[in-house]
């Protein structure tokens, strides 16, 4: 699906057959830094591996990375609207979001399914494409998922590998049980999304449950190839939990959170900071989490939308970690939850003049 943060298209065939997609390509193959790649730019200068410089593979479509719609029962606090359909309902309340529509779009694949799907069979029967991505909003709870792997059931397409974005919470969808779906095709890959554990991560995914989760992975403990973290504000304090999934043979995922900027841990107070290296100290997979994404000041180049007069602000640092304590107040009143009780170490950030 074209680009949530870079639109090239208004449907799939538009994406597939415009100049914005043949200039996206001319510009990775000549190594020029393309704006809509600044993700993978960024993360390549932290040292990790992206689609850009994983082997080439030709001019033939060999994988597809197809995102659902925006349908999702979290609402997780780095998150927002345009990628959960509950996020939507929510910022119609209280309307932080003021640059994003509300928008619960559960249709996207119904409006690009004939091309879409004629897409997936001509190139997977010709033997080009090999795998299929999806993630959403979360995909296991959406009528378009269903469908789309009851077309590649019914058109003998099973031979195709999949790979899923989930947050684990439904392993069945309409009476329909997933595990018993997934067990037609040659290849299926479950990616859960993590992001810390215990109060920390019950509150800063609204929706996560922690016990689901656990009886959920035992469930589908065999389609499950990583744990997927993103390393925030929230999650940084009880990393070192997540690091006891490796003992199942899990690998896992650390991604950096650079966005929303008043949730990226390079945000945080050196002596918070340095709380967190000696409680990873022991680890070498935290160390290099540590250094790659938290240790780090934060670029001073980032604004922050400001809902009063609908306008981007440059706020300073301890401008920041003063938002970032009123974000999580808005949403307290909204959720009924308490920022302060959850992370008590935050609330040196309202006094301290740094």
């Not at 606090?77 to 309307?95: D, L, T, V, Y």
């Not at 490796?246 to 991604?255: A, E, L, P």
């Not at 938290?294 to 640092?317: A, C, M, P, R």
């Amino acid at each position: 699906m074209p680009s949530n943060r870079f639109p090239m298209g208004k449907n799939i065939k538009e994406y597939t057959n415009g100049q914005s997609l043949s200039n996206l390509k001319q510009a990775l193959t000549s190594g020029i830094k393309h704006p809509n790649c600044e993700w993978c730019w960024k993360n390549e200068e932290k040292g990790l591996k992206t689609h850009r410089i994983k082997k080439a593979r030709g001019t033939d479509l060999y994988s597809i990375h197809i995102r659902l719609n925006n349908v999702c029962n979290f609402k997780c606090r780095m998150c927002g609207p345009a990628f959960s359909s509950s996020w939507a309902q929510e910022n119609k309340k209280h309307g932080y979001f003021v640059f994003e529509d509300n928008k619960v779009i559960k249709d996207a694949i119904e409006e690009n399914s004939s091309f879409l799907f004629d897409l997936l069979k001509t190139n997977i029967k010709n033997g080009t494409l090999k795998h299929i991505s999806i993630s959403g909003g979360e995909p296991l709870i959406t009528d378009a998922h269903l469908k789309l792997i009851n077309f590649l059931i019914d058109n003998n397409l099973t031979n195709v590998s999949l790979s899923y974005s989930t947050n684990l919470s439904n392993l069945s969808y309409k009476g329909v049980d997933l595990l018993s779906i997934w067990e037609k095709f040659n290849s299926v890959n479950l990616e859960a999304s993590l992001d810390g554990w215990g109060d920390a991560v019950e509150y800063s995914r609204t929706g996560f449950n922690r016990q689901v989760f656990l009886t959920n992975f035992k469930k589908a403990f065999k389609y499950i190839s990583a744990i997927n973290c993103v390393v925030n504000i929230y999650s940084v304090w009880t990393l070192p939990f997540i690091e006891k999934f490796r003992k199942y043979g899990i690998d896992i995922v650390y991604s950096p959170c650079y966005l929303p900027v008043h949730c990226n841990p390079q945000i945080l107070l050196r002596e918070d900071k340095e709380t967190l290296r000696k409680s990873y100290f022991s680890n070498p997979y935290l160390m290099q989490v540590f250094k790659k994404f938290i240790d780090e000041d934060l670029d001073q180049g980032y604004t922050i939308e400001e809902k009063v007069n609908d306008v981007n602000k440059h706020l300073s640092l301890k401008e920041i970690r003063l938002h970032m304590i009123e974000y999580n107040k808005l949403l307290d009143s909204y959720r009924v939850s308490s920022f302060f009780e959850v992370f008590p170490q935050f609330r040196k950030y309202e006094t301290k003049n740094v």
